[in-house]
């Protein structure tokens, strides 16, 4: 395996696409994935990108993606890392590309003064859980995640 990492590049949006679709039927929960493509291309690519990709190649073959963006922690005073996606093709699996991945993206985070860098996991996802305890993650169970979304966030938005 000839591993290497890039960013993604505008003519990768296709590619990005069929990555978290993929990922999306992992996690059983293709009938969530509602994005419209040239619309995420803009909030990648665009004037102001959201998010930033980067996609693991072995020889030249896409094998992986993981899609991030910054945070910012007050208590520290400097960004983060928040890692939205990440996800290896099922060949690749168990080659070193995910940990390529997040070797990346903390090296990342220390190029940029980060924190911190973080990720969510879903909770039966038993083989993530355990490759990121072996990278020294450590899971903060004494937060829960809250969601505003869909009619509710409008409902927000228009009570005030």
């Known amino acids: ?10 003519a990768d949006l296709p590619l990005i696409a069929q990555f978290i679709r993929d990922l999306a039927e992992y996690e059983k929960l293709a009938h969530e994935v509602r994005f419209d493509e040239a619309k995420l291309g803009e909030r990648l ?10 996609i693991a190649e072995d020889d030249g073959t896409p094998v992986g ?8 922690s007050t208590f520290e005073g400097r960004p983060g890392v928040y890692l939205e996606d990440l996800f290896v093709v099922p060949e690749a699996r ?3 590309v995910g940990k ?15 924190a ?23 899971p903060m169970d ?19």
């Not at 395996?1 to 505008?10: K, T």
């Not at 690519?45 to 980067?54: D, H, I, Q």
């Not at 993981?66 to 945070?71: Q, R, T």
């Open 1 to 10: 395996m000839s591993l290497s990492i890039r960013a993604a590049v505008p």
């Open 45 to 54: 690519f665009g004037p102001r990108p959201y998010a930033e990709v980067l």
């Open 65 to 72: 993606f993981a899609l991030f963006f910054h945070n910012f």
């Open 94 to 96: 168990g080659k070193g």
């Open 100 to 114: 390529a991945l997040l070797v990346r993206l903390a090296a990342l985070a220390i190029e940029r003064d980060c």
């Open 116 to 138: 911190r860098l973080e990720w969510w996991v879903l909770n039966w996802n038993t083989p993530a859980i355990d490759f990121y305890r072996s990278l020294g993650a450590r």
């Open 142 to 160: 004494e937060w829960t995640v809250n969601r505003v979304d869909g009619e509710a966030l409008k409902a927000l938005a228009a009570s005030g």
